[in-house]
């Protein structure tokens, strides 16, 4: 797997305190030029589908859970790796100052028809609900956020951002 990237938050100014380590799995999903993601009304931002993999889940499965969880997707087939950022970010709960988070993305197929999604409490209430949207709109929308420093902007726009450029810059160089 390569490392796309470490990144660390602009709040970030010293790196002190308890810091929690967390895995993650985010799915990108492509039809044309239109991608699966999810947005959130709270933020006003696009996401990848994805989350957190306990310790002792396979990343893989884990993958497969929150894309069928977050987007009722079904017959989740991975395809490849695409690689992983390693991220560093405030995280002000259960004692800990920093979060230590690893974000792999795979290429992902799955079948056409999305099924009703099995959202948690917190993703409801934050009016999260997974959208087809072209790849350059949600880079845009997203970067306008960021431009207005929106104040509900959440601390991972950054690295979804990043992440839909570096996807496109991929599919540009594989034309």
Same mark, same amino acid.
């Given at each position: 797997?390569?490392?796309? +990237? +470490? =990144?660390?938050?602009?709040?970030?100014?010293?790196?002190?305190?308890?810091? =929690?380590?967390?895995?993650? /799995?985010?799915?990108?999903?492509?039809?044309? #030029?239109?991608? !699966?993601? !999810?947005?959130?009304?709270?933020?006003?931002?696009?996401?990848?589908?994805?989350?957190?993999?306990?310790?002792?889940?396979?990343?893989?499965?884990?993958?497969?859970?929150?894309? *069928?969880?977050? #987007?009722?997707?079904?017959?989740?087939?991975?395809?490849?790796? %695409?690689?992983?950022?390693?991220? !560093?970010? &405030?995280?002000?709960?259960?004692? %800990?100052?920093? @979060?230590? @988070?690893?974000?792999?993305? %795979?290429?992902?197929?799955?079948? &056409?028809?999305?099924?009703?999604?099995?959202? *948690?409490?917190?993703?409801?209430?934050?009016?999260? $609900?997974?959208?087809?949207?072209?790849?350059?709109?949600?880079?845009?929308?997203?970067?306008?956020?960021?431009? $207005? !420093?929106? /104040?509900? @902007?959440?601390?991972?726009?950054?690295?979804?951002?990043?992440?839909? *450029?570096?996807?496109?810059?991929?599919?540009?160089?594989?034309?």
């Amino acid at each position: 797997m390569r490392l796309i +990237k +470490k =990144l660390v938050h602009p709040d970030v100014k010293a790196v002190t305190g308890a810091i =929690l380590t967390r895995r993650a /799995a985010r799915g990108i999903v492509m039809r044309d #030029t239109s991608i !699966l993601l !999810l947005f959130t009304e709270r933020y006003n931002d696009f996401s990848f589908p994805g989350g957190g993999v306990a310790e002792e889940e396979d990343l893989i499965d884990g993958l497969r859970r929150e894309l *069928e969880e977050e #987007t009722g997707a079904s017959n989740v087939r991975v395809q490849r790796n %695409f690689g992983y950022i390693e991220e !560093l970010r &405030p995280h002000r709960r259960s004692g %800990f100052e920093l @979060m230590h @988070m690893t974000s792999h993305f %795979f290429f992902c197929d799955i079948d &056409p028809e999305l099924r009703a999604t099995r959202m *948690e409490a917190y993703e409801t209430a934050n009016g999260m $609900r997974p959208l087809w949207v072209e790849l350059h709109e949600a880079i845009a929308h997203n970067r306008g956020v960021m431009k $207005r !420093l929106e /104040a509900t @902007m959440g601390l991972s726009i950054q690295r979804e951002t990043f992440m839909l *450029e570096e996807l496109v810059n991929d599919l540009e160089n594989a034309v």
